[in-house]
């Protein structure tokens, strides 16, 4: 671009075109809309930062999406770096001190679903209800390995975890989950 009003006004264009495209992705990815608009208006400014970079070699929508992408990663990468405070309370409200199930903690067996459970819409709205209730990190945890669908190892060595955290992190998310559903999906 030669002139700074050429390129404001390609990236106004580009706020119009791609805006809630990108704002869908973020939304998917983190289940927040203020995150999802925060990464959105994030991505905008690092693309204006770096548009002298942009060669028009790919389309400016992937170019974009790349960007939101490593936004989204951050965005969990901080959040697993968040200590968290009172570590074993997770453990001390299901086990007792010999580490085994408190007898009203013991997981329940759900009532059979014929494995539909996940097309049924108002389960998925209470499981992302249940979803955001997580700490940060055990949020990050449940949406990197079961939404985006990525190896342990991965998402590790992306975050900068050893094997034990990122599974005690994991596995701690799921108890939770788990007795929030029991609460609040299954015993309506």
């Given at each position: 671009?030669?002139?700074?009003?050429?390129?404001?006004?390609?990236?106004?264009?580009?706020?119009?075109?791609?805006?809630?495209?990108?704002?869908?992705?973020?939304?998917?990815?983190?289940?927040?809309?203020?995150?999802?608009?925060?990464?959105?208006?994030?991505t905008f400014?690092?693309?204006?930062?770096?548009?002298?970079?942009?060669?028009?070699?790919?389309?400016?929508?992937?170019?974009?999406?790349?960007?939101?992408?490593?936004?989204?990663?951050?965005?969990?990468?901080?959040?697993?770096?968040?200590?968290?405070?009172n570590n074993?309370?997770?453990?001390?409200?299901?086990?007792?001190?010999?580490?085994?199930?408190?007898?009203?903690?013991?997981?329940?067996?759900?009532?059979?679903?014929?494995?539909?459970?996940?097309?049924?819409?108002?389960?998925?709205?209470?499981?992302?209800?249940?979803?955001?209730?997580?700490?940060?990190?055990?949020?990050?945890?449940?949406?990197?390995?079961?939404?985006?669908?990525?190896?342990?190892?991965?998402?590790?060595?992306?975050?900068?975890?050893?094997?034990?955290?990122?599974?005690?992190?994991?596995?701690?998310?799921?108890?939770?989950?788990?007795?929030?559903?029991?609460?609040?999906?299954?015993?309506?």
């Amino acid at each position: 671009m030669s002139t700074i009003k050429e390129a404001d006004d390609v990236m106004i264009n580009w706020v119009q075109q791609y805006s809630d495209h990108l704002y869908s992705w973020a939304l998917y990815k983190t289940s927040s809309k203020e995150t999802a608009e925060d990464l959105v208006q994030e991505t905008f400014l690092a693309a204006v930062k770096s548009f002298n970079n942009f060669k028009g070699n790919s389309n400016p929508k992937t170019w974009l999406c790349a960007i939101l992408n490593h936004k989204i990663n951050d965005y969990y990468r901080k959040s697993y770096q968040t200590p968290l405070a009172n570590n074993n309370a997770i453990f001390d409200q299901f086990f007792d001190h010999t580490g085994h199930w408190k007898q009203d903690e013991e997981p329940q067996q759900w009532p059979d679903t014929d494995g539909s459970l996940l097309d049924d819409s108002d389960f998925q709205q209470q499981l992302q209800h249940c979803i955001k209730r997580l700490p940060p990190n055990w949020s990050a945890a449940i949406h990197l390995k079961f939404i985006d669908e990525k190896k342990g190892n991965e998402i590790c060595q992306e975050l900068g975890l050893t094997n034990t955290n990122f599974w005690q992190i994991l596995h701690r998310a799921k108890l939770q989950l788990r007795k929030c559903l029991e609460i609040n999906w299954f015993k309506n």
